[in-house]
């Protein structure tokens, strides 16, 4: 199963960036879907989640590192979704890799994105 990440790249602090994660129909009727990340020398770390509550309704939860500044969504036509990424500081600099799962804020996670580079200058 392919999870295919894009929207990287290099912002100055206090930028934003949106990130995309398309999926194959499989992974998008997962429990959770959602994004990890890794930084230099850390293990990953989770990040934002949708979890499918019925008749199109996801809940969305979110790391403590990113609360407030950033915003998963989805489009289930499109099979996509999306972290919004916003006042970005040096430390949100990581590899950002989507994730399909049962529980993707425990770490069980059953498909892994092949991760997209978000470098933040200072």
């Known amino acids: 199963v392919q999870l295919q990440a894009s929207g990287g790249g290099l912002v100055q602090a206090g930028g934003s960036l949106r990130l995309s994660c398309t999926t194959p129909?499989?992974?998008?009727?997962?429990?959770?879907i959602g994004w990890f990340r890794q930084a230099p020398g850390k293990e990953r770390e989770f990040t934002a989640r949708?979890?499918?509550?019925?008749?199109?309704?996801?809940?969305?939860v979110y790391g403590d590192a990113v609360r407030g500044r950033f915003s998963i969504s989805g489009d289930i036509d499109k099979r996509t979704i999306y972290l919004q990424m916003n006042s970005l500081k040096p430390e949100d600099t990581a590899v950002y890799y989507c994730?399909?799962?049962?529980?993707?804020?425990?770490?069980?996670?059953?498909?892994w994105g092949q991760g997209t580079q978000v470098t933040v200058s200072s």
């Open positions: 129909g499989r992974t998008f009727s997962s429990k959770d």
């Open positions: 994730a399909g799962g049962r529980d993707l804020e425990n770490g069980v996670v059953d498909y």
């Open positions: 949708l979890r499918w509550a019925g008749d199109s309704v996801y809940v969305s």
